[in-house]
């Protein structure tokens, strides 16, 4: 469950990817994690784990991980075969969701690829790119629809809604601007629509900007009035500040944002939303040895997210001992909890919520 960071060049990604390596997670903790330079790993913030951690006592924290993918190469053409183009987009292809770098900042000495700064410009040059190679998918897929429509009727509604993404794409707007229903949703899915899948903007300003007004300049506006026809996210970063705190030790960092007046680093910001942006949630263990988040899909039963742990857990799970991590903190210990009879005892079926504490009895 990859993120990919993409952008045209000159945008800042290098910057900002640069900021994710260096803020590295320790991978002995992350063995599911791939090693390639283009691969970051990085940990996801989780206040919780340092309230467990006193409340337990615990010797070790760890954090779950996302990895970020830099997918440098796009150029305009790209879905014609220039350039890295081809490569680029069978990257995009294989990551979860996708991290636009936006170019939010002017800098005379920072050349543009088009010569001047203009972040509408460059998002739809980007996705441009991604409606052209969805397109073709679209075509070859409506083609043999219309096919299956002679023998069956029923293939009908799916032929409308395929005729109904073609000519949004032919539109020059993306997939993910369409208002589908559920079902309809799961439908689309299933092609590996590039253009659909989950996006957040990342605008990059200047350090002034940042430091000044938060970041909302005018550039900033134009990205936010085209993410909300998405439905996406923004987040307002200033690459060459976040490489800077990722220099930094975690006292630093926290030093540091309080002096610029930041409560949380953009890069901190970014991962949160990757990790909601994934559909994915954390469960929490504790004890005295370590506090642990483990990262699940939202909608897992307990045994599946035993599993994650140990797979014999998984396969011996009897039931889970199950506490909101609010109402932990509310009754201030486990026992308390316990005495108070708010553990919960949940078999196999159990959807398994953000925050849990969970404690699995299995047999081995
Ligand atoms: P990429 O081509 O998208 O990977 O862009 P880079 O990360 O290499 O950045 C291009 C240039 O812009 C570099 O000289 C960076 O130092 C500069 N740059 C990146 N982010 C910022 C920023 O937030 N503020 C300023 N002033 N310059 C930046």
Redesign the pocket.
């Known amino acids: 469950m990859k993120l990919g960071i993409v952008?045209?060049?000159?945008?800042?990604?290098?910057?900002?990817?640069?900021a994710i390596t260096k803020a590295g997670a320790e991978s002995a903790n992350y063995p599911f994690c791939t090693i390639e330079p283009n691969v970051g790993v990085v940990s996801v913030p989780d206040k919780r784990l340092d309230v467990l951690q006193q409340m337990y006592d615990s010797k070790k924290l760890v954090p779950t991980a996302i990895e970020f993918y830099d997918i440098?190469g796009l150029v305009k053409g790209a879905s014609k075969g220039e350039g890295l183009g081809n490569k680029f987009l069978s990257h995009i292809r294989e990551v979860a969701a996708i991290v636009h770098?936006v170019?939010c900042?002017e800098?005379q000495?920072?050349v543009h690829v088009e010569g001047t700064v203009g972040p509408l410009r460059d998002i739809e040059t980007i996705n441009l790119e991604l409606i052209f190679s969805d397109l073709e998918v679209i075509e070859r897929r409506i083609q043999k629809t219309q096919k299956m429509v002679k023998s069956d009727k029923s293939a009908q509604a799916e032929l409308d809604l395929l005729n109904l993404i073609k000519d949004t794409l032919e539109g020059g707007k993306s997939v993910r601007a369409l208002d589908l229903s559920t079902e309809e949703q799961e439908f689309v899915k299933s092609f590996g629509l590039l253009s659909y899948k989950p996006i957040i903007y990342v605008a990059?300003?200047?350090?002034e900007d940042?430091l000044e007004n938060n970041g909302d300049n005018s550039l900033v506006q134009q990205v936010r009035e085209h993410a909300k026809c998405e439905n996406a996210e923004v987040v307002v970063?200033?690459?060459?500040?976040e490489s800077e705190i990722s220099e930094l030790d975690d006292s630093e960092k926290l030093e540091f944002l309080q002096e610029i007046g930041l409560e949380e680093s953009g890069l901190d910001r970014l991962i949160k939303a990757g990790y909601k942006l994934l559909g994915l949630i954390s469960f929490l263990t504790a004890g005295p040895q370590e506090v642990r988040a483990w990262t699940i899909r939202k909608g897992t039963k307990a045994p599946q997210a035993a599993g994650k742990i140990h797979s014999d857990i998984e396969r011996g799970f009897i039931r889970a001992e199950v506490i909101a991590y609010d109402e932990l903190v509310a009754a201030g210990s486990i026992n308390a909890a316990k005495d108070k009879g708010l553990l919960r005892l949940e078999g196999k079926e159990y959807e398994v919520k953000d925050g849990d504490v969970i404690l699995f009895r299995f047999n081995v």
């Open positions: 952008g045209l060049p000159n945008v800042g990604k290098s910057t900002l990817f640069n440098a770098v170019r900042f800098d000495n920072i990059n300003v200047s350090e940042l970063v200033c690459a060459k500040i």
